[in-house]
C-alpha cells in the first residue's frame, strides 16, 4: 500500500465512544509524528500516523488533522483532501478542516475563490499547508516503542485501561521534561555564544539566566547626553558586534550620577537622554534599526559603579531568542 492509498476512501462512520486513554494515545502519536516532519522525514511522519491498529486512535482529530497536513507537505493533494473531508464529515464545523480544503481548491484551481487564488497564493505543494503548532506542544519528543501486545500480561478491562493511561501520562511528562531540558540548553548555549562574541575592550561582559549585559568600565558621557570621544568608540566597537547577531532584543539602560539633594530613586530624564543617544550610536555601528532598540532609565540606585564621573554611562541588555 503506497503513503496516498493509506487514508480510507469511503464515508466515515461515526465517532465511537472512546475509552479514557484514546486522547492521551492521539497525542503521543501525534507528537511522534510532528517530531519526524519537523525533523524533514514526512515519510516517518506518515508511519507513525498510520503504524496504531486502534481505530479510536488513527481516526482522531488530532491524528486525522495532522496526516491531511504531512500528505499536503508531500505534495499529496488528493489524500490530503480526503482525511480533511473525512474531519468534516464527523465535525462539520471543524474550521482547520475547511481551511484547508479551502486552500487545496484553491492551489488546484477548484472552487469560486480559484481565480483569486491563483493570483495571491503561488505557492509549491510542500508549502500548501504548514503543520500545525497547536497540536503539539514540544517538537522534539520521540517515544519508544511500545511492546507487543501480546507480550503484555492479560488484564482486565478495567485495569488495563488505568494501566495504559497511567503509562501514558507517565511518558508524556517524560517527554515534557526532556523537551524542556533541550531547550534550557539551547538557552545556555545561544546566551554563552553571545556573551563571548559581544565581549569588546573596556567593557565587563555579565551572563545571567536569560540575559547577556554589557557593563562599561568607564563613563561614556562628560555631561548631560554628551558622548565623549572615548564613549561613542566604546558603544561603536559593541554596536559592530552586534551587528551579525539575530533574533535579539536590545534594550539600554541610561544611568546618572548621584547628585546631593537629588531623588535617590525614580531614575531621570537625563539617564534616559543617554540611553537614547547611546541607542543611536548602537543602531549606526550595527546597522539595526533604531526602532528595534528599547531605552529606559535606570534607577539611580541601580548604578554600576562607586563613582560619579563612571555612572555617566548606559548599560545594554541583550536577550536572544530561541526556539522553544
Do not use: Y
Given at each position: 500500500?503506497?503513503?496516498?492509498?493509506?487514508v480510507p476512501?469511503?464515508?466515515?462512520?461515526?465517532r465511537m465512544?472512546?475509552?479514557p486513554g484514546t486522547?492521551?494515545?492521539?497525542e503521543?502519536?501525534?507528537a511522534r509524528?510532528s517530531?519526524a516532519?519537523r525533523?524533514?522525514?514526512?515519510d516517518?511522519?506518515?508511519?507513525?500516523?498510520?503504524r496504531c491498529?486502534d481505530p479510536?486512535?488513527t481516526?482522531?482529530h488530532?491524528?486525522?488533522?495532522?496526516?491531511a497536513?504531512v500528505?499536503a507537505?508531500?505534495?499529496?493533494?488528493?489524500?490530503?483532501e480526503?482525511?480533511?473531508?473525512?474531519l468534516?464529515?464527523?465535525h462539520?464545523q471543524?474550521?482547520?478542516?475547511?481551511a484547508?480544503?479551502d486552500?487545496?481548491r484553491r492551489f488546484?484551481g477548484?472552487?469560486?475563490?480559484?481565480?483569486?487564488g491563483?493570483?495571491?497564493?503561488r505557492?509549491r505543494p510542500?508549502?500548501a499547508?504548514?503543520?500545525?503548532?497547536?497540536?503539539?506542544t514540544?517538537a522534539?519528543?520521540a517515544?519508544?516503542?511500545?511492546?507487543?501486545?501480546?507480550?503484555?500480561e492479560?488484564q482486565?478491562?478495567?485495569a488495563?485501561?488505568a494501566r495504559d493511561e497511567?503509562?501514558?501520562?507517565q511518558e508524556l511528562t517524560?517527554?515534557r521534561?526532556?523537551?524542556a531540558?533541550?531547550?534550557?540548553a539551547?538557552?545556555?548555549k545561544a546566551l554563552?555564544?553571545?556573551?563571548?562574541?559581544?565581549?569588546?575592550?573596556?567593557?565587563?561582559?555579565?551572563r545571567h539566566?536569560?540575559s547577556?549585559?554589557?557593563?562599561f568600565?568607564?563613563?561614556l558621557?562628560?555631561?548631560?547626553?554628551e558622548l565623549?570621544?572615548?564613549g561613542?568608540?566604546?558603544l561603536?566597537?559593541?554596536?559592530e558586534?552586534?551587528?551579525g547577531?539575530r533574533?535579539?532584543r536590545?534594550?539600554?539602560?541610561?544611568?546618572i550620577?548621584?547628585v546631593?539633594?537629588?531623588p535617590?530613586?525614580?531614575?531621570s530624564?537625563?539617564s534616559?537622554w543617554?540611553a537614547?543617544?547611546?541607542a543611536r550610536?548602537l543602531?549606526?555601528?550595527?546597522g539595526?534599526?533604531?526602532a528595534g532598540f528599547?531605552?529606559?532609565s535606570?534607577e539611580?540606585?541601580d548604578a554600576?559603579?562607586g563613582?560619579?564621573a563612571a555612572?555617566?554611562t548606559?548599560t545594554?541588555?541583550l536577550?536572544?531568542?530561541?526556539?522553544?
Amino acid at each position: 500500500m503506497t503513503a496516498t492509498e493509506s487514508v480510507p476512501q469511503t464515508v466515515p462512520e461515526p465517532r465511537m465512544d472512546r475509552d479514557p486513554g484514546t486522547d492521551l494515545r492521539a497525542e503521543l502519536v501525534v507528537a511522534r509524528a510532528s517530531a519526524a516532519a519537523r525533523a524533514g522525514d514526512l515519510d516517518a511522519a506518515l508511519r507513525e500516523l498510520n503504524r496504531c491498529d486502534d481505530p479510536a486512535v488513527t481516526r482522531h482529530h488530532d491524528v486525522t488533522d495532522l496526516r491531511a497536513r504531512v500528505h499536503a507537505q508531500r505534495g499529496e493533494l488528493a489524500a490530503a483532501e480526503r482525511c480533511w473531508q473525512q474531519l468534516l464529515d464527523e465535525h462539520p464545523q471543524d474550521e482547520s478542516a475547511a481551511a484547508g480544503l479551502d486552500r487545496l481548491r484553491r492551489f488546484r484551481g477548484r472552487g469560486p475563490a480559484a481565480a483569486v487564488g491563483r493570483a495571491r497564493h503561488r505557492f509549491r505543494p510542500a508549502v500548501a499547508v504548514v503543520l500545525c503548532a497547536g497540536a503539539v506542544t514540544a517538537a522534539t519528543w520521540a517515544l519508544a516503542p511500545q511492546p507487543p501486545s501480546d507480550a503484555r500480561e492479560p488484564q482486565s478491562g478495567s485495569a488495563a485501561v488505568a494501566r495504559d493511561e497511567r503509562d501514558v501520562r507517565q511518558e508524556l511528562t517524560e517527554q515534557r521534561e526532556r523537551a524542556a531540558a533541550a531547550a534550557e540548553a539551547r538557552r545556555t548555549k545561544a546566551l554563552d555564544a553571545l556573551a563571548k562574541a559581544v565581549r569588546t575592550p573596556g567593557t565587563r561582559v555579565e551572563r545571567h539566566e536569560d540575559s547577556v549585559q554589557v557593563v562599561f568600565e568607564q563613563g561614556l558621557f562628560s555631561e548631560a547626553a554628551e558622548l565623549t570621544r572615548t564613549g561613542a568608540a566604546q558603544l561603536a566597537r559593541v554596536g559592530e558586534r552586534l551587528a551579525g547577531q539575530r533574533n535579539l532584543r536590545v534594550g539600554v539602560l541610561g544611568h546618572i550620577a548621584q547628585v546631593p539633594g537629588a531623588p535617590a530613586s525614580g531614575g531621570s530624564v537625563t539617564s534616559l537622554w543617554r540611553a537614547m543617544a547611546a541607542a543611536r550610536a548602537l543602531s549606526d555601528a550595527s546597522g539595526r534599526p533604531l526602532a528595534g532598540f528599547s531605552v529606559a532609565s535606570a534607577e539611580q540606585r541601580d548604578a554600576p559603579h562607586g563613582t560619579d564621573a563612571a555612572n555617566r554611562t548606559v548599560t545594554v541588555i541583550l536577550t536572544p531568542h530561541t526556539a522553544s
